[in-house]
């Protein structure tokens, strides 16, 4: 808790450090956040009373009607907070008063919000973002709401130069440690919350909010600090050239062959024979899976060990398969033009047992350029199991059973998603970069090879 030197006496601050989350709330700490845009006043006062840190967050307002006010950083006020010897560290609150709020999707788009701001304001690389859950959600809700949130968090802001925070009681931050997120806001403060009522502190903690006054007019909550995040004093803002999100959607679909104008959200059939489907769809709005990692797109190329770790684990492909497949990924890439993004992947199975693999790519930036609005291609491919040559069912696999048996099954299963994934990256790929289904029939015998070897 980051208390006075042991003393061997169990005093006050002991005592309340002990019994409630707060702890005594009259210790000297470093460092506080405040929802108010600082003026020169604010900061000496603070300086007076001995803060050296300072939370502030990166976008927003707070209060409603004429209360309303804005909230949000600015390259202005972190100026004069710097000339005072001060730091500061960034936190993002758009929401997150409500157990709704928290899913996977929201997560990745708060995310890529986050991290824009901080390099407008010149945060350098290494900054730490704080992601607010802001309300007391039970033990029981956190693995389907606030858990998927933050590994979409992860998963946007891996594509920046900052790493992950977790504001919020300390059950959140605990989970929030095993996930991955870097550094812990807690939430103390709040002691009645039940994600602050028996709960050790995170091992990761960097700050620990525990009461809150007014500093001259200025309400503030003070702020405990490990030392783990010393907060930021430097400053180089990023100024990005920027490329037509419509452009880049043109280019999409040349790069599939298709001279149309960019429609959003419509499909278009790029092949559609008995055994294989492939659409695309321009979506202009952030888009990740709701369960399969987003995996990184960086200077035109995938993140190539976590993609064949997917393709190894959840798709299920052994052997030469696997370099195959990413090879011709990168591909769909480099004819895509992006140069920074991500894509997930969702695979599903019918009754009937029909495979569909959905690639999402959610596009940060082509040509080198950061697209002026939001952008995904939504690459869909449908596919049925039977062999492409003969028209019969792959040998082994019988669809009803393996639909309704998991365990017992379970290697016919995996041949067949397998199989499917094969048949439809490399189906996307060779369309994607000019091939014809001939160049297909012939690739597709040499992964099943590797697959079944595996």
Sequence with gaps: MNLPPFTGKSDLSVIKGLLTSNGNTDRDSIALDTSAQLTDKDIANFKRYGFSVVGRYLTGSV?????????????????????????????????????????????????????????ELGFPSGTVIYFAVDVDIQDGDIEGTVVPYMKGVIDAVKLSPYEPGIYGTRNVCLHGEEVGMKYSFVADMSYGWSGNLGFRMPTNWAFDQFTEYPIGSTDIDQVAASGKDAGVNKFSPQLYGTISYREVAADVLKGFGKSVSAE???????????????????????????????????????????????????GHIKGNGVDAVVNEANKVISSASITNGNVAIEASINNSGESKLKFIYHI???????????????????????????????????????????????????????????????????????????????????????????
Excluded: H
């Design 63 to 119: 209060g409603t009607g004429a209360s309303k006010r804005n909230k949000y950083l600015t390259s202005d006020e972190l100026e004069r907070i710097t000339d005072a010897g001060l730091r500061v560290f960034p936190i993002y609150e758009d929401g997150g008063y409500e157990i709704e709020y928290f899913s996977r999707n929201r997560g990745y788009q708060d995310g890529i919000t986050a991290a824009k701001k901080a390099a």
């Design 264 to 314: 959003f959200n419509k499909k278009i059939e790029l092949v559609d024979i008995p055994s294989l489907k492939i659409s695309v769809e321009l979506v202009n709005s952030l888009s990740v899976a709701d369960e399969s990692p987003a995996i990184t797109i960086s200077n035109g190329k995938l993140d190539s060990i976590s993609f064949a770790n997917w393709l190894q684990t959840s």
């Design 364 to 454: 940060l930036e082509a040509k080198d350029k950061q697209l002026d609005n939001e952008l995904s291609v939504v690459i869909t491919v449908t596919s049925k199991p039977t062999d492409l040559f003969t028209g019969t069912k792959i040998p082994n696999v019988d669809v009803p059973k393996l639909v309704t048996q998991s365990q017992t099954d379970q290697k016919s299963w995996e041949t067949l998603i397998g199989f499917s994934t094969v048949v439809a990256i490399a189906g996307v790929s060779i369309f994607i970069s000019g091939g014809t289904l001939s160049v297909l029939l012939d690739l597709i015998p040499q992964l099943f090879t590797g697959l079944l070897v595996g």
